[in-house]
């Protein structure tokens, strides 16, 4: 799988964006270091073409998690964004303006998933009218999902 088109995406306070063309495969890695990187049970990535990858607000700090291996993320929101090494790049799925487009095609190391992952879905989903209205009133100081010439709006 490869997508030409160029997609963009960035951290949610908006510090970091990028624009990034030609994606490689989608997938989902449940190493342990994924995981705390992530925050999450594994991390979402999709491998980047670095010539074809442009930071278009900021740029990534980044941390060395292994003798191998740096992470991207923005210093100000902690949002991350890379998962980098000498052979390339690989960009968050999550950070991207439009993750559903990037529908994961494989999964790396299945067997350091979380005992329980194969089972998530079956959870019972909570369908309650008032949570989601809680949920709906909030109001987002997030970056929204397109680019923008400056951020937050009311930046002079």
């Not at 088109?5 to 949610?12: A, I, R």
């Not at 010539?51 to 991207?72: D, M, N, Q, V, Y």
């Not at 959870?123 to 949570?131: A, F, G, K, S, T």
């Amino acid at each position: 799988m490869t997508i030409d088109q160029p997609m963009s995406g960035g951290c949610q306070c908006g510090a970091v964006r990028f624009t990034a063309g030609k994606l490689g495969r989608p997938s989902i890695c449940h190493c342990r270091m994924c995981q705390k990187a992530f925050g999450g049970f594994f991390g979402p990535l999709v491998t980047a073409d670095p010539a074809h990858l442009e930071w278009t607000r900021g740029a990534p700090t980044l941390f060395r998690s292994s003798a191998k291996i740096w992470r991207g993320f923005c210093a100000k929101c902690g949002t991350p964004l890379t998962y980098q090494m000498r052979e390339g790049v690989e960009l968050a799925i999550g950070a991207f303006d439009h993750p559903e487009r990037l529908e994961p095609q494989i999964q790396v190391n299945h067997k350091k998933r979380l005992p329980w992952i194969d089972h998530l879905f079956d959870q019972p989903v909570l369908d309650n009218p008032e949570v989601e209205a809680a949920h709906a009133a909030i109001e987002s100081w997030q970056h929204p999902d397109h680019n923008t010439d400056k951020w937050p709006e009311d930046a002079t």
